[in-house]
C-alpha cells in the first residue's frame, strides 16, 4: 500500500489530535487536518509537532459551509476520511437541538456529498454508546438493540449512522466503519496534549483533575444511592490513545480491503466497568492528592451503569486497549499539570 493521505475532520480536538499523532507514527500515511477551533484551539497543531516533529497540511474551515469544504477536496487527493468533527455537549443539545441538528447533520451531508463527487470511497464516522439510549442488558455489544435516545444528540449520531448505511447500501463501493465510544479519556503519555475544554467540562476526569488543580472548588458526586458496589454510577473509561490507535487499525482494514460488509459498526470501550468513587481512588494513588469532593443529588438522564463487550473490535481490527484505569487518570493529571504551567 503505497502513502495514502486521509483527511480528519476535527483534528484539533481532543480525539482527533491524539488520532494524528497515532497516524503520523504509521509511515503510511499523510494527513489533513479541518477544524473552525469551535471547541479547540489552533496550538493542538502546535503540540502535535512537537510530539511527533512532522508538520500538518491544515484548513480552519466549518464544514457546514460546503463550498469551503470542496477545496479541500479540489486541492488534495483524499484516500479516506476520520470524521470527527461535532458538537458533543449533551446537556446543550437537550436546551438547543436545532444547533446540534444542524452543525453534526450538515456537515455530514456535506462530507458524504464531497466523497461522492469526488470519488472518496473510506470513511471512519465518530459515533457513541449513546446511541443505545438507556440499556438493560450488560455488557452492551453491536446486537444489543438501539433505543430511542436522550438526548438530540445522541439523535444526531443515530442519524449519522443512518445516513453511512444508506449510502453505503446506494454505492456498493462506499465503505464506512462507524466506532461507538464509550468514555473517552485520559491524555497522551508525554503530557504535551489531551482533553482541552475551553468552557468548564461536564464529564467526570476533567473534573476531577481540574479540582485536583484550584479551577474549581469542589467535586459534586452526582447520586450515592445507585444499585451498585458503591451506591456511584458505572461507566466503562477509556484512553483516548486507545481509541486513537483503534481509528488507524479501523483505517488499515478498510485501505486493505478487509472488511465483510461496506457498512460496519464496533463498540470501542475497555470493556470494564468503574464507579465513579472508584475512578477517584484510583486518581487520589497515582497523583497522591487528596481530592476535595462531597456527594450530591442524582443528576436526571444519567443511567445507572453501561459498560462494553469489544470483542468484535479485538477479532476483526486485532484491537485491544493498552491503558488501565490508573494509566487513565496519570495521563490526565500530568496533562492538567502541563496546562496549568504553560497557561493552556
Ligand atoms: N469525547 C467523548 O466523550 C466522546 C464520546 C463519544 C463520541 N464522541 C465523538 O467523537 C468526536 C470527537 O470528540 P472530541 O471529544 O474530540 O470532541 P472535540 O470537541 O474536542 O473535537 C471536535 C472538533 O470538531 C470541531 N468542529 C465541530 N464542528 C465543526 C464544524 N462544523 N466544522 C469544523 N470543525 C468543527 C471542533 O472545533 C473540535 O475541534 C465527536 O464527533 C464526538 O461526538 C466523543
Known amino acids: 500500500m503505497g502513502k495514502k493521505t486521509i483527511l480528519v475532520t476535527g483534528g484539533a480536538g481532543y480525539i482527533g489530535s491524539h488520532t494524528i499523532i497515532e497516524l503520523l507514527a504509521n509511515d503510511n500515511y499523510n494527513v489533513i487536518s479541518a477544524d473552525c477551533f469551535y471547541n479547540s484551539s489552533p496550538k493542538a497543531y502546535a503540540q502535535i509537532n512537537e510530539i511527533t516533529g512532522k508538520q500538518i497540511k491544515t484548513y480552519t474551515i466549518d464544514l457546514c459551509d460546503e463550498k469551503e469544504f ?22 446543550e443539545s437537550v ?29 471512519i464516522f465518530s459515533s457513541s454508546c449513546s446511541v443505545y439510549g438507556n440499556v438493560q442488558t450488560l455488557p452492551v455489544n453491536e446486537n444489543t438493540p438501539i433505543l430511542k435516545t436522550e438526548s438530540s444528540y445522541a439523535y444526531t449520531k443515530q442519524i449519522g449512522e443512518q445516513m453511512l448505511q444508506d449510502v453505503c447500501r446506494q454505492h456498493a463501493t462506499f465503505n464506512a466503519i462507524s466506532l461507538r465510544y464509550f ?43 445507585y444499585p451498585t458496589r458503591d451506591g456511584t454510577c458505572i461507566r466503562d473509561y477509556i484512553h483516548v490513545s486507545d481509541i486513537a490507535s483503534a481509528h488507524v487499525l479501523a483505517l ?8 465483510k460488509n461496506n457498512f460496519e459498526v464496533f463498540n470501542l470501550g475497555s470493556g470494564t466497568g468503574v464507579s465513579v468513587l472508584e475512578a477517584i481512588t484510583a486518581f487520589e494513588k497515582v497523583s497522591g492528592k487528596k481530592l476535595n469532593y462531597k456527594m450530591g443529588e442524582r443528576r436526571a438522564g444519567d443511567v445507572v451503569a453501561v459498560y462494553s463487550d469489544s470483542t468484535k473490535a479485538y477479532n476483526a481490527l486485532g484491537w485491544k486497549c493498552i491503558h488501565d484505569i490508573d494509566s487513565m487518570m496519570k495521563t490526565a493529571w500530568e496533562w492538567e499539570l502541563y496546562r496549568t504551567k504553560n497557561n493552556f
Open 70 to 91: 470542496d477545496k479541500i477536496f479540489t486541492e488534495n487527493k483524499i484516500d479516506g476520511v476520520i470524521h470527527f468533527a461535532a458538537f458533543k455537549a449533551v446537556g
Open 95 to 123: 436546551e438547543l437541538p436545532l444547533k446540534y441538528y444542524h452543525n453534526n447533520i450538515a456537515s455530514l451531508v456535506n462530507l458524504l456529498a464531497l466523497c461522492e463527487k469526488h470519488k472518496v470511497t473510506n470513511v
Open 183 to 225: 468514555n473517552p479519556v485520559g491524555a497522551h503519555v508525554s503530557a504535551k496534549i489531551g482533553e482541552w475544554p475551553l468552557n468548564k467540562p461536564n464529564n467526570l476526569v476533567p473534573l476531577i483533575t481540574g479540582t485536583a488543580a484550584g479551577k474549581y472548588p469542589q467535586l459534586t458526586v452526582l447520586g450515592g444511592d
Open 252 to 259: 488499515d482494514y478498510l485501505l486493505q480491503h478487509k472488511n
